[in-house]
């Protein structure tokens, strides 16, 4: 790029930095209208104001929207198009404790953060003058000044230029991907309006090093996804003073944790790829009073990568792997019941619990057997009764509605309920069987090929950290979504995916970022070089190449 270029992108990241954007707040229309009306200040935009939207997310009690700006080329009259997305919320500010006032002041913070301790590595970084810090600067305000300054570049110059970007800034990515999931259907509709030829979905969100003293620049072409199983534990009540007359549902929650949290049989591999281990990110009984009686149901759910497995074949997965840890349970308390009964001169007799799991799916049919169609009447009234409350999140929806469904099944034995909380992030896997995945795996690599640089970049499968490019395809299989939106209670009443017209795009995509690291820690920062210079004109290189 050029210096003018750099210094535009370098000037227009901390303008959106300064502005606060925290997600699922009403400031996050605060940058995306800033950002709207940098785009109606552009002189192509001037000319055609049309072609710059608001896109709200429906039903969104905060008012959020995310910008659309479309730029046609003037050269000949091709079709073909490259879609360009950024987002523009952030996380919050409260670790920076007592300089939370300079989370998004950067030229401040940088000052101010000579005055605390801070890790080793960020000191050094802070006293080399090469980087800049600040909340949402890396990730990702740096991403979407690059592709402002780009649409705007590519604007100046429309008349020889061919073929066309549609480029979205996105709100609520933090959260629960509201914004892109909004715009998906806007693209549809745009390539239906315009005729348009999509070719490939390019983000800018942020890349870091792998590992400690990890310096190589990454391009990821295509992305990790992510799933949410979850189980809901019944277990048998019993006095605290006679456990073993129950089955504590707490004991089988921790047996899956200890079968699945940062297990890597559990990691999804594809071409030498491995996502990260699956991690809890709950776990709680459900009993709402203290007493001396053991919990009855308790439910916890985890974050698992996706590579290559869906969600069928990922619930074959976890249900095998809550299986083999509720007979741990077993076996282990028949061990110790017995050395108890020993100890005490007690008669032993092996305990009656059988590890019993099942799909979220499986229940309902089970319950449907018994009950007919009142089994759908009573899930319908929850559905209604649960939306009207504003307080329950998507993870306690499907909670309730699980919960509700065991409670109408005759059978009150022991069991473990596996099902998917959302949200679903769909993994791309772009292999190159396709015309536009070899397109794109092309020209990656002729960019990184002819791009004069210090820096050793490569081309790497998979943006390993989960971002809004899942939302760009979805998968084909009829099981695979079949199997998601059985075992996903609230599917598509109160957690809603474009699924059609996700399917409809079905684009591989490509992740050109900046470069810097701490991203979500108070020591987040940008590594201004590459990031002004370099990464733009590999973001810039890789449209044009597309179209040609």
């Known amino acids: 790029m050029s210096k003018n270029l750099s210094k535009k992108i370098e000037t227009l990241t901390l303008e959106l930095a300064e502005t606060p954007s925290i997600v699922g707040t009403k400031y996050e229309n605060d ?22 939207k608001y896109v709200p997310i429906k039903n969104d009690p905060l008012g959020r929207k995310s910008v659309m700006a479309m730029v046609k080329g003037e050269k000949g009259n091709s079709k073909k198009t490259v879609i360009l997305i950024g987002h523009t919320d952030t996380v919050g500010i409260s670790d920076y404790g007592t300089l939370k006032n300079y989370a998004t002041k950067p030229l401040e913070l940088v000052e101010k953060l000579k005055e605390i301790s801070i890790p080793e590595e960020a000191l050094r970084d802070l006293e080399s003058g090469k980087y800049l810090f600040g909340r949402g600067i890396f990730d990702m305000k740096c991403g979407v000044a690059t592709l402002m300054t780009i649409v705007e570049a590519i604007s100046d110059d429309v008349k020889i230029f061919e073929g066309n970007i549609v480029f979205a800034a996105v709100c609520d990515e933090e959260g629960n991907s509201g914004g892109m999931l909004s715009v998906v259907p806007e693209l549809i509709n745009l390539e239906k309006t315009e005729g348009f030829e999509y070719l490939a979905v390019i983000d800018t969100d942020y890349s870091a090093p792998r590992y400690d003293g990890d310096n190589t620049r990454y391009i990821y072409v295509g992305t990790v996804g992510k799933l949410m199983p979850s189980f809901y534990i019944v277990g048998s009540e019993a006095h605290g003073g ?27 591999e594809a071409e030498g790829e491995v996502t990260v281990p699956p991690i809890s990110l709950r776990q709680q009984d459900l009993k709402p009073e203290y007493s001396v009686q053991t919990a009855k149901t308790s439910y ?33 308390l028949n061990v110790e019941y017995k050395k108890y009964c020993d100890f005490n001169g007690f008669p032993y007799e092996k305990l009656p619990w059988e590890p019993r799991v099942m799909s979220y799916e499986q229940l309902y049919e089970k319950v449907k057997e018994e009950k007919g169609e009142e089994v759908d009447k009573v899930i319908k009234q929850l559905e209604e009764d649960l939306l009207n409350d504003p307080n329950i999140d998507e993870r306690v929806f499907a909670l309730k509605m699980v919960e509700t469904l065991h409670n109408m099944w005759s059978d009150k034995n022991p069991v473990v309920i ?18 536009l995945e070899k397109k794109l795996l092309n020209v990656v690599n ?86 002004f210079n370099v990464a733009p004109k590999l973001v810039y290189e890789t449209i044009v190449k597309l179209l040609k």
Do not use: W
């Not at 549902?249 to 999804?268: G, L, Q």
């Not at 939106?485 to 050109?512: A, C, D, H, R, W």
């Open 31 to 52: 940058v995306v209208k800033k950002i709207y009306e940098k785009f109606l200040d552009m002189e192509y935009f001037k000319k055609y104001p049309e072609n710059v």
């Open 242 to 268: 006679d456990p073993f007359k129950g089955l504590d549902p707490n004991h089988i929650s921790s047996a899956i944790v200890e079968e699945m949290d940062f297990n890597t049989k559990y990691c999804d």
């Open 300 to 332: 916890l759910y985890f974050n698992f990568g996706t590579h290559s497995s869906t969600p069928d074949q990922m619930m074959d997965k976890v249900i095998d792997g809550a299986n083999l840890a509720f007979k741990k349970v077993i076996d282990s």
């Open 418 to 435: 596996a099902y998917y909380s959302p949200p679903y992030y769909p993994h791309i896997y772009v292999k190159g069987e396709s015309p």
């Open 446 to 531: 002729e960019v990184i090929e002819e791009t004069e640089t210090d820096y050793d970049i490569k081309m790497k499968k998979f943006y390993p950290y989960i971002s809004d490019l899942s939302y760009a395809a979805a998968p084909r299989e009829e099981n695979a979504i079949g199997s998601l939106k059985n075992n996903m209670p609230g599917f598509e009443t109160k957690y809603n995916l474009p699924i059609e017209e996700m399917q409809k795009l079905n684009l591989p995509v490509v992740n050109i970022g900046p470069f810097g690291k701490d991203a979500h820690k108070f020591t987040e920062r940008l590594e201004k070089d590459y990031s």
